[in-house]
């Protein structure tokens, strides 16, 4: 974590130096900036969001045992303040077809993704380009013929010779594992509920 991020975790924000209070916002900018650019695609959305997240934080700062709790419940801030921008702006939605292949959602399916959905799918589109290289070369090509050519599970099936319910059942692995990956990274606990699908408790 940057250093001057260590201000948070005790000290009053407001009676730090201007210096100072300089240096931790701009700490907190490079600790969330990535991310958040990567899911809106436009540097001043960026800078509005982590600007009005900053704000949250300084201002509703509860205490903290240690760093890593404090770096997990700040990028849990920018993360729910980015869901936040997705409500007010909804011309997001005119780039759902990603999501369609991370959350299984039939294209011709009336169900309209949730905004959490919608973000939670483009957290992990950036989550699969950092670790797909991590991934076993089998599940990286299924990713990748499922995710860059659209390819259906009937497809896969017959281009790899299998049969499609272990396709189904090595990419919903797949699907699980960057989701715990991503999770850890970006606070919150990873859980599965009944139904199968996986949430994130805050």
């Not at 009053?12 to 490079?30: G, R, T």
């Not at 900036?33 to 990567?38: A, K, L, R, V, W």
């Not at 050519?149 to 299998?162: H, W």
Request: aromatic share 12%; with cysteine.
């Amino acid at each position: 974590m940057p250093e001057r991020l260590e201000w948070l975790l005790g000290a009053d924000f407001d009676n730090l130096s201007v210096s100072i209070q300089e240096e931790v916002y701009y700490a907190f900018y490079d600790l969330v900036y990535g991310t958040i650019f990567y899911l809106v695609k436009d540097h001043q959305a960026a800078e509005d969001i982590i600007q009005e997240s900053f704000i949250k934080v300084v201002t509703k700062k509860p205490y903290f045992e240690n760093e890593c709790v404090m770096k997990s419940w700040l990028k849990t801030v920018a993360r729910n303040t980015t869901i936040n921008y997705f409500r007010k702006n909804k011309k997001f939605r005119n780039h759902l077809d990603i999501e369609r292949v991370y959350m299984d959602i039939d294209p011709i399916s009336p169900n309209v993704p949730s905004v959490e959905q919608t973000v939670e799918a483009k957290m992990m589109e950036e989550a699969i380009h950092a670790h797909l290289s991590k991934l076993k070369p089998e599940y990286r090509q299924l990713i990748e013929l499922r995710w860059k050519q659209g390819l259906s599970y009937k497809e896969i099936a017959e281009r790899l010779n299998l049969c499609e319910n272990i396709v189904r059942q090595r990419l919903f692995r797949t699907r699980e594992g960057i989701k715990k990956m991503l999770y850890r990274e970006w606070g919150g606990e990873y859980q599965k509920r009944e139904d199968g699908k996986s949430r994130v408790s805050r």
